[in-house]
């Protein structure tokens, strides 16, 4: 059987397991630093912050950027729960934007006509989704923050390896060029993976020391920062070696070190990984592209060198005579796993009833034609020319 996702385990990646299960630390331990700054060194990061999954990595990065009521956060509407779901857990309104139907991704010209739609015009945050490990002009949305005050927290967790060009220069998803905030997932299906855990990136060093706090409960320990000095100094004036101070609520969403060994020996792959996913998908279009014009591949998007998560097709399963049902109960009898990504997020009953039926055709149309191939770091070209086959079979 052939999911549509998995990771891959080499030795290598247990024995760093098994090193850190035989030393001193299996929490809070120097592997999350290691692991830290390998994704800056990935990413050209400043700053990382690893955490216990991509949605922890967006509750945190809400949390720094201090989203609360009355503020109103952009999401595009094709994308997983989690992107709109942090966003209401700090009480923020989401308005959801339409998506280019061709490659899923919400565009700056969707993120405006979103703005356009809030009453108050205010709009403390943008999320762009980096759908299937692509970017579209992160420059464009970036301006379009600027104008309206905003911040721009990347949901990057498809597109660990992604790198985009504007005007000429190349950047890394993850360097925060046209984001102030970068979040990750190391979810099995992704690039790499950790288990479960997730990170954030950014260029500004008070949120990088929010995100730590609030990812640790919101306790203080440096001493410089004490402002009850009654409980935390002893007599002599030395500080009391017990102490700590809460600055604010946070929560547990540490990663562990074990988690981090798996994630920096699996990072240390990422060009070998990235070079043979880029490999799959060159070769599932050049088949894909021969196969007529009922399946499409997913538009590639411009200037764009995606790390790809996922391998998405269009199917035009009206002319076709098919469901996808159908298609995907054939593909899973001949040992090949489909899945759909994603239901429109404001389709779902409680955003519906929060924000009634929402008008958003782009999304609709991506949603109706897409579904998702296999594609993972150990699959080989005889499996995509297979799948492919084994496709257009069902669809001609
Ligand atoms: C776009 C997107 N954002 C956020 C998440 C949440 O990541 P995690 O599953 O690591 O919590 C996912 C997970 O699949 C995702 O696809």
Known sequence: MLPYGRQSIHTSDIDAVIDVLKGDWLTTGPA??????????TTHAKYSVACSSGTAALHLSMMAANIG??????????????????VRLMGAEVIFADVDPDSGLMLAQHAEEAVARTEARTIKAIIPVYFAGQCSYPAHLRELADTHDSLVIADACHALGTVYEVEKMAHCVGSNAHSDLTTFSFHPVKTITTGEGGAITTEDPDLEKRLRLLCNHGIIRDPEEFQHHTLAHASDGSINPWYYELSQPGLNYRISDLHCALGA???????????????????????L??????IRPLTAAENCDAAWHLQVVAIDFKTA???????????????IGSQVHYIPVPWQPYYKKRYGTAHLPGA???????????????????????????????IN
């Open 265 to 287: 020996s699996q990072l240390s792959r990422l060009p070998d990984i990235v070079r043979h996913r880029r490999a799959l998908v060159s070769h599932y279009r050049s088949r």
């Open 289 to 294: 592209n021969q196969t007529g014009p009922l």
């Open 364 to 394: 609709e149309s991506y949603y109706n034609s897409c579904l998702s191939l296999p594609l993972f770091e150990s699959m080989t070209m005889g499996d995509v020319d297979r799948i492919v086959d084994i496709l257009t079979d069902f």
């Open 69 to 86: 009521p009355g503020d109103n956060v952009i999401v595009p509407a094709n994308t997983f729960l989690a992107t709109a779901n942090v």
């Open 321 to 335: 005579g098919i469901t996808r049902l159908h298609l995907m109960s054939y593909l899973k009898e001949n040992g």
């Open 32 to 41: 999350i630093k290691t692991f830290e700054d390998a994704l800056c060194n």
